[in-house]
């Protein structure tokens, strides 16, 4: 099993000095200033008060979770409660609107202040519930495209095709995929599970420091459930964050959370440790709508 | 605003007819594309164009003192036919006045070495080069093909084939065609055959296979004293049984030449049981204009699959026509239109079931972007008595910034019950869905645009036998990606608000 783990020498932030509340663009890459290391315990993400709409339809109406480095999150809630929109939202989906609130990155770097692009190289990954099919780009080249980008915004020499397709090699297998994925066109024709598949493939390529999981384990069978589990776990460690959106405690089996959420109607309703799952899976939501 | 207009069926009104005297020589009929026989009245004779004038005077001689006789044929009919006119239905949507402004003189014949570089190992061994519309025998290689296999200039033909070819000549396409529904060859082609300077033939004797893709390369050079003018003529031959992989393509005969004019014609049989594979790539200098057409006879069980690009030129205006002549012929046929700049790309298209039990699809693709243009007008036609026909035309367009254009029109004309037809045509930018999930793997907007239009263009050329050609494309369609500085300003006012 491969083991997954950050890259030595790199770390981040501002020294000594609050960041700033916009950052403007092109920012220098001196903010990355080197030898300052994070801690298991530091923020990672801070949500305040986080509300989003889409054409004037209010989704999210006022959440908040904060999650720090080494801790693994689970929300759960019913169809239609928000889960995936949160997800959009904090990775830079067009298609929400902020109407208010805050989202915080690492040490007070405005989130929601960042394209979508760069969040994904700074580390905020999100593994999408529905990941989308794009005939005619290989999944070798997106992938390394992908890889590489991150490695640009960490500073690092990008790879090439030959160098990486090693990494993917040794990547891949961790997964349980064949090599005959990386020729195919990103996602297209692949089934459900092997979407769910290639989208822990690029996690553990891309090593982000935040990652947001949605429904990954739906659609997959016992043994694929095992090995995603397996994977998230190799990824994991006391710097990362994992935000696990799932509807059954079957997952948590696996990956075991220290914290579940409840979301209902844009909001977070309750928060509690794993047995909370424990209990929506005897009792089900009935406690949300009491007579 | 989204300049786009989409006819669900053509627009059937024409303003005038003019009908072309007949040859006293030759037969003129319009054999490959009639609808009906043309209910017009012959109207006088229009004076003679003064273009088409100045044009002859300009005209090469023919290498091959057998065309003599089909060049003063054309001559004489041309001396009456009228330039193509936006009045024209086939012309309506394809403005020619640069063209007709500019001065048409002798081509330079100047070939860089660069001109074939990309091709010249894939090739090797199966390679026909015309340079301004004659062989070149210095650049033509053509040591791998079989036994029996005939392909060069029709001067190099033995007697037999020469015959069979100069018998093609005689009938100019659509010569009497139905002024609403031809694709506009005629004018051009009867230019074109005035003017030969060669004819390229190839021929597939019966049973015959060729492994290797057989590569036509067309390449055109300017003039410093006028408008470079060429007139490449092919013609096609498979025998009953044969196949080949044909890939025909046009391009400058050295980059700094990018100004000319190619009027070319192109005319395919493809006998009984006969199967073609016919990569066609028009990648024309981006101050050039090119006309051609395309017209293929598939007869009974043969196959033709066509993968037709068209990325180059100022203005390129394409007109492919495909008769299933015969039981069991079937076709597919399937364009790309890659329109930058201020490019015109224009495709016109026809598919006639004439036999019953034959079986067509066709898919264009075009993609235009900044203030270029592109024009679909393609007909299906499925005659009274076609039955058993299965035809699907499917036509997608992606248009990509607020100032680009595309008219299209998919037409169906069926006249027979038993047909399984579909058509569609799909208007669209670039799906959001597909840019997002790559910026949320930290690519770029732009890079996110490049790479889908680059992938949609790869997917299309899967077919061409050419990476260097496939990677052209990629590239040619990877510069469409940028959105225009006016798009841009809008949605940074929306996200703002
Ligand atoms: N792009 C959108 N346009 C319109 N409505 C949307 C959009 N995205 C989300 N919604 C609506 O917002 C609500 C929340 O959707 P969301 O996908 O976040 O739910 P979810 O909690 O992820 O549900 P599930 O458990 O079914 O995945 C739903 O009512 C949904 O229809
Ligand atoms: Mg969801």
Redesign the pocket.
């Known amino acids: 099993m491969a083991v997954v783990s950050l890259l030595p020498g790199w770390a981040m932030v501002f020294v000594g000095q609050p960041a700033p509340s916009h950052w403007t663009l092109p920012r220098p890459h001196a903010r990355f200033a080197a030898n300052v290391h994070m801690a298991t315990g530091d923020v990672l993400l801070n949500v305040k008060n986080l509300q989003a709409s889409?054409?004037d339809?209010s989704?999210l109406k006022g959440v908040n979770i904060c999650v720090r480095r080494g801790e693994v999150h689970a929300i759960m809630?019913?169809?239609?409660?928000?889960?995936?929109?949160?997800s959009k939202v904090l990775v830079g989906h067009p298609?929400?609107e902020v109407t208010g609130g805050e989202v915080t990155y690492r040490e007070g770097e405005d989130l929601l202040d960042l394209a979508p692009e760069e969040r994904a190289q700074q580390g905020v990954f999100l593994a999408f519930?529905y990941p989308v099919e794009i005939s005619g780009v290989s999944n070798a080249d997106f992938l390394r495209l992908a890889v590489n980008k991150r490695r640009g915004a960490l500073g690092e020499s990008e790879y090439d095709p030959i160098e990486f397709f090693g990494v993917l090699g040794e990547k891949m297998s961790s997964v349980g995929m064949s090599m005959d994925f990386i020729n195919r066109d990103v996602n297209s024709g692949f089934s459900g599970g092997e979407k769910k598949r290639n989208e822990i493939l690029q996690m553990a390529l891309l090593e982000p420091e935040l990652a947001i999981l949605d429904?990954t384990d739906s659609g997959l069978d016992i043994d694929a459930l095992k090995t995603v589990a397996a994977g998230v776990n190799a990824y994991k460690n006391d710097e990362n964050g994992i935000v696990l959106?799932t509807?059954y405690q079957r997952l948590l089996d696996y990956i075991k959370p220290d914290f579940v959420h409840i979301?209902s109607k844009g909001q977070i309703v309750r928060s509690g440790g794993p047995e909370l799952a424990l209990e929506l899976e005897k009792d089900g939501y009935k406690f949300l709508n009491p007579v | 605003m989204l300049r786009t207009c989409l006819l669900g069926s053509l627009a059937l009104a024409h303003a005038f007819s003019f009908s072309s005297p007949r040859c006293g020589g030759g037969r003129h009929e319009s054999v490959l594309l009639s609808l009906a026989p043309s209910p017009a009245p012959l109207a006088p004779t229009p004076p003679s164009d003064p273009w088409f004038s100045a044009s002859l005077a300009s005209r090469p001689p023919p290498r091959v003192a057998s065309l003599a006789a089909a060049r003063e044929g054309a001559a004489s009919l041309l001396a009456a036919a009228a330039r193509p006119r936006r009045k024209d239905e086939a012309w309506r949507r394809t403005d020619l006045s640069a063209l007709f402004a500019a001065q048409l003189a002798l081509p330079s014949g100047e070939v860089a070495a660069a001109a074939l570089e990309e091709e010249m190992e894939v090739s090797a061994g199966a390679r026909l080069v015309l340079v301004d519309g004659a062989v070149s025998e210095e650049l033509t290689d053509l040591s791998a093909l079989p036994e029996g296999v005939l392909v060069g200039s029709v001067g190099s033909m033995d007697a037999v084939a020469s015959a069979r070819v100069m018998k093609q000549l005689e009938t100019i396409p659509e010569a009497d065609a139905d002024k609403r529904t031809e694709l506009g060859a005629y004018t051009f082609a009867a230019l074109n055959q005035a003017s030969l300077a060669d004819v390229a033939c190839i021929y597939l004797p019966p049973d015959v296979e060729v492994s290797q893709p057989l590569f036509v390369f067309m390449l055109s050079s300017g003039s410093t004293s006028g408008l470079g003018a060429s007139h490449p003529n092919l013609v096609v031959n498979l025998d009953r049984g044969s196949s080949l992989s044909l890939v025909q393509s046009y391009s400058a005969s050295k980059a700094a030449d990018s100004d000319y004019f190619t009027n070319a014609l192109t005319r395919v049989t493809l006998g009984p049981d006969s199967r073609l594979r016919h990569s066609y790539l028009q990648e024309q200098g981006l101050g050039a204009f090119h006309i051609d057409s395309v017209f293929v006879d598939v007869q009974e069980s043969a196959r033709y699959e066509s993968q037709m690009v068209s990325t180059g030129a100022r203005i390129s205006r394409l007109n492919v026509g495909v008769s299933l002549t015969g039981s069991g012929a079937s076709c597919q046929v399937q364009g790309l239109a890659l329109g930058a700049e201020t490019q015109l790309v224009d495709f016109h298209t026809f598919i006639r079931h004439a036999s019953p039990d034959c079986q067509s699809s066709q898919e264009q693709r075009n993609a235009v972007a900044d203030r270029a243009r592109v024009v679909f007008r393609g007909a299906v036609v499925v005659p009274r008595g076609a039955d058993n026909t299965t035809a699907n035309q499917l036509c997608r367009t992606l248009l990509l910034s607020d100032t680009s254009r595309a008219d299209i029109a998919p037409t169906l004309e069926i006249a027979t019950d038993d047909v399984k037809c579909t058509h569609g045509a799909t208007i669209a930018d670039l799906d959001d869905e597909m840019i997002f999930y790559l910026q949320a793997r930290g690519l770029g907007r732009l890079e996110a645009r490049s790479l889908l239009l680059e992938g949609w263009a790869r997917t299309f050329m899967s077919q061409v036998p050419s990476e260097a050609a496939r990677r052209r494309a990629a590239v040619k369609a990877s510069l469409l990606a940028p959105e225009t500085g006016e798009r841009v300003v809008r949605l940074q006012q929306l996200t703002s608000i």
């Open positions: 889409v054409d339809n989704i809630g019913p169809n239609g409660s928000g889960k995936s929109t949160l298609a929400y519930q429904e959106i509807h979301m």
